[in-house]
């Protein structure tokens, strides 16, 4: 028999499967003997009270055992001989599209500026051990695209739930561990998941798909409103129709669609800083215990929003246990993000901590058309490069020294590896942002104790949170509103925000790019 319960027991208890069974024996009458195994199908911590619960639903096997598969395998077709589709880009937008290609029996041509993800960790070591920025290979560009040093988080706010399942169960397929299918908060890991994206590409290989690393697309073949297919840097020119997954900080694509005037248009981002507070402290009051998070516990995650003078001000993308990374994809360029190896287990806590923008918020960058607020985070992230020292090294500023205004001379050990640099954030960078992340961190001081502290400190930019271009599409067809064979995918077209919602948009492109070539 198989019997499905919920439980809601201290975290000892639910880290462990002998305790497990031992507590379902005795507070469920099951068994002990009879008891075979326990799986766990869904997990969240409860920490709003001084004794942290863990909530489980759990399957209990009595009598019996559990099947071998813990996930939902999908079957991928031969496509070596099918009709061909482009996908430009092999972030998770495009590694998905590839993958939903073949299941839906077309072939795909991935085409990727940066190197395997492989290579690129060598690329992303000299940024920070020689201040040295490949423009093709780093933090955005490569095979696994901006999510393959990432703290690989896995929720999204989608309320499509059947999608998002589908996304982490190809994700097991290929090597990740079956606990993101429980966890409410799931996460892979920045040492797992180059591994995982290794075996998407081999699959896609294995099934008659082509992937060509260091090539870039430099122009779309357009000929009477509809793509024909792409020229590329190497001399290469590919024909088929083209989902166009370039991400976020391809610039020079946005730059290609508005001079070659395919419609595209300004959209809104969020600017800030990443907040990095020692993960002790950050255990300390979420856990509500001075001794911080214990054996049993996961190191712990916040997340704050609140409204300021009409705009939205929220922690984003947070990585306990993690590290600020230096993600400039290009010289000249400070920008920081964030990640976490899958133990999430260094002594820091970092996140994002962003004010929302609007193109009408800037009025002086209106002269950039649909290109206004990706023009004002090129400037913004080139006068970080100078106020940091002209290298990798990032402007820092202790939090409450940031309320008051005031510089002080040293700061925090920090995990940014490049180095930080005293700077007066509140001074130089824009008003508009600042005076609204002050009133924020005082409000999110308030809601939790101890938060707002000179522990804590403020490393600039943070300004690749969201793609500040749409690249229009039709809502049905989800090809471009006026060029025909052209899907804009993923972040980069303004229709995902994250790995798992990049993963899903790639399905959808793949599935409308797999009826369109099905009917030429
Ligand atoms: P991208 O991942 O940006 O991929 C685009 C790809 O296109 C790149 O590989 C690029 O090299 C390629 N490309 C660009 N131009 C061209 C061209 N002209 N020719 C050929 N190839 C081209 N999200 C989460 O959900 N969870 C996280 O924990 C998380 N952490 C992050 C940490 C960091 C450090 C960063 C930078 C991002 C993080 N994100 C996270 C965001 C997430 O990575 C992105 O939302 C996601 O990768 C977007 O997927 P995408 O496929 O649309 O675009």
Request: glycine residues 10%.
């Amino acid at each position: 028999m198989i019997q499905e319960i919920q439980l809601r027991i201290l975290p000892e208890i639910a880290a462990n499967e002998q305790r497990l069974k031992e507590y379902l024996s005795k507070e469920n009458g099951i068994s002990l003997k009879q008891l075979n195994a326990v799986r766990i199908l869904k997990r969240s911590i409860d920490a709003r009270q001084r004794t942290v619960f863990v909530n489980l639903k759990v399957r209990a096997y009595i009598n019996e055992m559990p099947a071998d598969d813990e996930y939902i395998h999908t079957t991928y077709k031969k496509v070596e001989n099918a009709p061909q589709v482009i996908v430009v880009g092999a972030g998770p937008g495009g590694l998905f599209a590839a993958l939903k290609l073949i299941e839906e029996g077309i072939k795909p041509i991935i085409v990727e500026r940066g190197k395997n993800v492989r290579d690129r960790k060598k690329d992303i070591a000299l940024i920070s051990r020689e201040h040295i920025v490949d423009p093709e290979s780093n933090y955005s560009f490569g095979e696994g695209g901006a999510g393959a040093y990432s703290d690989g988080k896995l929720y999204t706010r989608s309320k499509k739930r059947g999608n998002t399942d589908k996304i982490l169960n190809v994700f097991c397929q290929h090597g990740a561990s079956t606990s993101i299918l429980v966890d409410t908060h799931p996460h892979i890991g920045t040492d797992k998941l180059p591994g995982v994206i290794e075996k998407m590409r081999n699959t896609i290989l294995e099934c008659g798909g082509e992937v060509h690393f260091e090539t870039r697309m430099d122009a779309l073949i357009i000929e009477n409103n509809e793509v024909k297919g792409i020229e590329t840097n190497t001399g290469k020119t590919l024909l088929g129709p083209v989902i166009l997954a370039t991400g976020h900080s391809a610039r020079d694509v946005y730059r290609w669609l508005a001079a070659n005037n395919v419609d595209i248009e300004a959209k809104g981002i969020a600017v800030g800083v990443r907040l990095e507070h020692p993960q002790m402290l950050i255990d300390q009051i979420q856990y509500h215990n001075k001794n911080g998070r214990g054996d049993y516990l996961p190191a712990a995650e916040y997340s704050f929003v609140t409204q300021v003078e009409g705009r939205g001000v929220y922690s984003f993308c947070m990585c306990p246990g993690g590290f600020v990374v230096p993600a400039a994809s290009g010289p000249e360029q400070v920008v920081v993000n964030g990640m976490s190896p899958s133990n999430r287990g260094s002594k820091w806590s970092n996140s994002g901590m962003v004010v929302e923008i609007h193109p009408e918020d800037f009025p002086e960058y209106a002269k950039y058309g649909p290109l206004a607020l990706m023009e004002f985070q090129e400037e913004l992230e080139h006068q970080c490069w100078m106020q940091g020292g002209r290298r990798q090294t990032a402007p820092a500023q202790r939090m409450v020294d940031f309320t008051k205004g005031k510089l002080g001379s040293s700061l925090p050990d920090s995990s940014y590896s490049p180095g930080l640099v005293s700077s007066p954030l509140h001074f130089w960078m824009p008003q508009f942002i600042t005076k609204r992340l002050s009133q924020g961190f005082q409000q999110f001081g308030k809601f939790s104790h101890g938060f707002l502290t000179n522990e804590a400190t403020m490393i600039g930019v943070e300004t690749r949170t969201s793609s500040p271009v749409r690249i229009i599409r039709d809502s049905e067809s989800l090809q471009h509103i006026t060029i025909k064979g052209l899907f804009p995918c993923g972040e980069g077209a303004g229709y995902a925000g994250g790995i798992v919602s990049a993963g899903i948009d790639g399905e959808r492109c793949a599935e409308s790019a797999a009826k369109y070539v099905q009917a030429i």
